[in-house]
């Protein structure tokens, strides 16, 4: 039985990796995951026979696979694609029967018949009793946002009571006794959403997003992944450029003390190029060190208009540091009051750190390229001064 279940798994993934719209951020293979992972717990709980479950968890992976045709009238769309995948994995008729039933019965507005079609509505529904419920809630949000239905803060909350209060109910013995509380305590979390003041909802906003609603674990450890290696590929950079600052420093400074006022002498003179050489490729490397390390100057000063646009990164000490702190704070816990928001601020400081590295970056190279033609340049002019160097003709004109 267990080589059906993985072959549902690998079919369902890919079809959705394939074929399901990106609009779809709520109902697609995560949230399937997640009802199977609520159906088996269901099943592990409760009293049901071989058949029985093997319909129930096929029907919970593949009950919103018509999502890739649409949103309106996924559930038919569902049984239909259910039955043409059992089928050729010769799965019995009756199963396949059952499965398309159960399928069927997730639509939400319809009374489930029976004990399979109520523990089936049950896991599509459990993460109302889950606390990962809110950030479920926002990408639904989300996704009705990208099919062209936009929800207010204050619209979706009204909605998230109606579902919960007069819409929604658990019916398995099993979710009524374990999800039913749960259910509720975050039904009440959105009613003291509900009666906060404006100012209160701002700062207990930020409390709550920063415990119960932070981003995922994984979206944190991207973000400060990235952001430590973007600061250490920098802290790199610049390391590289006061190398290179401080040996063609030394080089000049040893040219300048040793190899320059030696020049006036006739014996010396076809050392004139090579020096020269030496030392204009230098202080050009010198040049492109400084300006990859030298800091931009911004005017640390920005607008309402360019916040309300979100024009300026807030992130960035250098749009803010002219600013008084009241004005500061406003714009700041008007961004915390978004998560979306807060997701485009830190995507905004990524991709400036990286615009930022790739110029250092790029004057690096160049640094490191003038360099290394700058010394083989003179390194060869020395050669070929010697070789080339009259010695008799020298010394016929100097005074012995």
Known sequence: MADIFKATDDYVLHLFKDELDEIYVYHNYTHTKRVVKSTQEIIDNSQLDVKEEKALLLAA??????????????????????????ESQNVEPDTIQLVQQLIRATKFNNQPDGKLEEMLRDADASHFAKDYYFETSELLKQELKLRGKDYSRKEWRKENIQVFTEKHRYYCDYAVKN???????????????????????????????????????????????????????????????????????????????????????????????????LILFSVASIILSILSTRPNVTSGEFTDEQ?????????????????????YEKALMGLLDDKEEVYQSL???????????????????????????????SVLAFVIAFTTYDYEAVAGVIPG
Do not use: C
């Open 347 to 377: 995507l905004k400081d990524l991709w400036l750190l990286g615009v930022v590295l790739n110029r250092k970056y790029t004057l690096l190279r160049w640094t490191y390229t003038i360099f290394m033609i700058g010394i083989i340049s």
């Open 61 to 86: 992976y593949l009950h919103d696979t018509g999502y890739i045709k649409g949103a309106d009238g996924h559930e038919e769309e569902s049984a239909k694609i259910a039955k043409s995948f059992l």
């Open 179 to 277: 999800w039913n509380v749960l259910k509720n305590e975050n039904l009440m979390k959105l009613f003291k959403k509900r009666k906060k003041s404006k100012q209160k909802i701002k700062k207990e906003q930020l409390k709550v997003d920063l415990k119960n609603q932070s981003p995922e674990r994984a979206i944190q450890t991207l973000f400060r992944t990235t952001l430590r290696n973007h600061i250490k590929l920098s802290d790199i950079a610049d390391t590289k450029a006061n190398i290179l600052l401080s040996v063609n420093a030394i080089i000049i400074s040893l040219a300048l003390a040793n190899i320059i006022p030696k020049l006036d002498a006739v014996s010396n003179r076809h050392l004139l190029y090579p020096t020269l050489i």
């Open 307 to 327: 916040v309300e646009k979100r024009e300026v990164n807030l992130l960035f000490f250098g749009n803010f540091h002219k600013v008084p702190f009241k004005r």
